[in-house]
């Protein structure tokens, strides 16, 4: 063979080799990501989300493919997304909400699926029992309806002269807390007015009737659409100068004046974390489901000085975080 021809080969070789290495290397795992709501109110929580994976060592776009599936309000999308990320034959699907659990569980038996879920999930059927899942699924329970008695307790607290409390009401939320609302109003003497509002304009019409009824205080019902409207929700109760309670610390922090209840950006950052196990080998039906142990009582003291209200040094005690 001539110098030429035995170089010119050589060369090709040498450029083949890079194609045949990257053959080799083994695809991406991929993460299917379904939720109820849009992307851009949960931006926060989805960091939360990439700390975890990335706490079990993977970072998305350099070790991992993550699939959005976000249905921006229309539950009724939620199955055909699930469908879609099965095809797609995701790794393991995140549905961090009830409703999305729900739409991933009915799509697929196999794969695994992550949640975070405000209601029982075993009274939902996603698990067998918290301590051995046993099928498909496991996750993070976070509570909000058996806190619904002690945040109307600290609404009361800080609005000594609240009777009529207006209750803010997803009907389409599968975790909905009328009857713990009405039970504990009961328990504490408070007549309620029950509001349902499924979107933005409805929350507007919301309001009317609750400053036409003359409501003392807004109890605002868990889910991810009063949270995703956080804004409009805290600028409507500035403008009507109406007290406003709600499960997640982000609507405080957008004006409302307390909120109770679980950090939700941490327990997605749980997900993550089980979601990175799960790529890792770990089995669904054998990781406990974690539950949330932690509360935390938020107060924003620049909206209770708007509304003219004193907190009292007891509740500022117990609060873990007070909004200046």
């Known amino acids: ?53 990335k706490e079990t060592g ?21 199955p055909a997304l ?51 899942p046993g099928g498909n699924l496991t996750g993070i329970n976070f509570f909000s309806s058996e806190l619904v008695a002690k945040r109307l307790e600290l609404l009361r607290e800080l609005v000594p002269r609240a009777a009529r409390v207006a209750v803010l009401i ?35 019409a919301a309001f009317a009737a609750l400053v036409r009824e003359r409501a003392d205080a807004l109890f605002v019902s868990p889910g991810g659409l009063f949270n995703g409207r956080r804004v409009q929700l805290a600028t409507m109760a500035a403008r009507h100068a109406v007290p406003m309670t709600s499960a997640t610390r982000e609507i405080a922090e957008a004006g409302g004046l307390m909120s109770y209840g679980p950090n939700i950006a941490d327990a997605w950052r749980v997900v993550g974390v089980y979601a990175g196990r799960v790529l890792k080998g770990a ?17 924003n003291a620049q909206t209770a000085r708007m509304l003219g209200l004193t907190i009292s040094a007891d509740v500022l005690s117990i609060a873990d975080e007070v909004i200046e």
Request: charge should be positive; glycine fraction near 6%.
């Open 58 to 78: 993977y970072v998305e776009g350099e070790n991992i493919v993550i699939e959005y599936r976000w249905a921006e309000g229309q539950f009724g999308r939620l």
């Open 82 to 132: 699930a469908e879609e990320l099965v095809r797609r034959q995701v790794a393991v699907i995140v549905a961090p909400s009830t409703v999305a659990t729900l739409a991933a569980k009915a799509a697929t038996a196999t794969i695994p699926i992550v949640f975070a879920a405000a209601e029982d999930p075993v009274r939902f059927g996603f698990v067998a029992s918290l301590a051995r």
């Open 283 to 299: 089995k669904p039906r054998e990781l406990p489901v974690e539950q949330v142990t932690k509360f935390e009582l938020i107060i």
């Open 1 to 53: 063979m001539r110098r030429r021809e035995f170089i010119t080969l050589l060369g090709g070789a040498a450029a083949a080799w890079p194609l045949a290495v990257r053959a080799q290397q083994p695809a991406m795992p991929v993460i299917g990501f379904l939720y109820h709501q849009s992307a851009d109110p949960f931006a926060h929580r989805l960091r939360a989300f990439r700390q975890g994976l």
């Open 170 to 204: 997803d009907p389409s939320n599968v975790g909905r807390t009328e009857k713990e609302v009405e039970a504990a109003a009961r328990a504490l003497g408070l007549q309620i007015q029950t509001l349902n509002a499924t979107n933005s304009r409805e929350i507007d």
